[in-house]
């Protein structure tokens, strides 16, 4: 694993080009002071012209993608195949709850995707609601959002997103993330060491002024 916390950014699907690289002006910088990870996972559309301008400017973020195809490359219009991005991702988010309420992801389809992203060498950050979701193989990084908690501004309480870990970690030698409502103002009492391990945001990775607070904070 990288250097902890992990601290990732969900940009779902929001910002055009011209955004997206304004975002990293901003946030590039500051990555390269953050003493863990910093991932940013825009739109694909967006993650080779990302890419390079990342390695260009030398910054120390990584890139994610938000998803990948349950298939390899072949006759999938529409889909994005893990070896298609395996140069350009380290990692990838795979069961977010929105992708498995508005897409029916399931578990036999998400082994897939994973199985896939390992064997492009990409990570995946597989999302979890509660620690009774099932984990499948080869997962590493596991992020525990409730779905109450996203894009809602209400956050579970860091003594149950720290037991929801201690269960996650149990089962294995997992990293264990926390998603939902986080903000600069709470991922401080989140996160901490050898407990949880960072942080997944959505809403306020956006406005990348939200998201340097949550750099600021976001150490144990
Ligand atoms: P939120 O989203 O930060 O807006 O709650 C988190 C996520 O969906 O990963």
Known sequence: MNDLPLVIANLKANKTWDDLSSWMNEIGPKAD???????????????????VKIKSAGWKIKL??????????????GEVAAGQIADLVDYA????????????????????????????????IF????????????????????????????????????NVSGEVKRKGRFTVIYGGSVSGENVGAFIKKDVLDGVLVGTNSLDPQNFIKILNSANY
């Not at 990870?37 to 890419?51: E, H, I």
């Not at 199985?115 to 492009?120: F, L």
Request: charged share 20%; aromatic share 10%.
């Open 64 to 77: 994610g993608s938000q998803d990948l195809s349950k298939f390899e490359q072949g006759a999938y219009t």
């Open 127 to 162: 999302c979890v609601g509660g620690a009774e979701t099932i984990i499948v193989e080869g997962v590493e990084i596991v992020a525990y959002e409730p779905i109450f908690a996203i894009g809602t501004g209400k956050t579970d309480t860091p003594e149950n997103a720290w």
């Open 33 to 51: 002071n953050f003493v863990g990870t910093v991932v940013m996972c825009p739109s694909y559309p967006f993650l080779a012209a990302a890419a």
């Open 93 to 124: 988010i795979i069961g977010h709850s929105e992708r498995r309420q508005n897409f029916g992801e399931d578990d036999y389809n998400l082994a897939r995707k994973v199985q896939n992203a390992k064997g492009a060498g990409i990570e995946p």
